[in-house]
């Protein structure tokens, strides 16, 4: 079993930044592939951005340039830095992990507004 526990989102004006962070428990974090999706009010969940055990990272379109995926393996963190923040990111954003078996955390509120 995985836990994941979010952190970081919050309320913040257009052009402004964010960096989420996802702790995940388990010995074996590394070999997990890792991901953040968002699910805005009155919509599917999409996915935003996805790092594999061996680093290769894939966006979505329309974070592409603005977001940036990384993470720690010695503290079992992923993290999501969100730039040039527009309203239309306000979501829900939740972290995944996937070894086999897909994990979900509850998932942090990020708000872009003025």
């Known amino acids: 079993q995985v836990q994941l526990v979010e952190s970081g989102g919050g309320l913040v004006q257009p052009g402004g930044s964010l960096r989420l962070s996802c702790a995940a428990s388990g010995s074996i974090f590394s070999s997990y592939a890792m991901g953040w999706y968002r699910q805005a009010p009155g919509k599917l969940r999409e996915l935003v951005a996805t790092?594999?055990?061996?680093?290769?990272?894939n966006y979505a379109d329309s974070v592409k340039g603005r977001f940036t995926i990384s993470r720690d393996n010695w503290k079992n963190t992923v993290y999501l830095q969100m730039n040039s923040l527009k309203p239309e990111d306000t979501a829900v954003y939740l972290c995944?992990?996937?070894?086999?078996?897909?994990?979900w955390g509850k998932g942090t509120l990020v708000t872009v507004s003025s």
């Open positions: 995944n992990a996937y070894y086999g078996v897909n994990y």
């Open positions: 790092i594999t055990s061996t680093g290769f990272i």
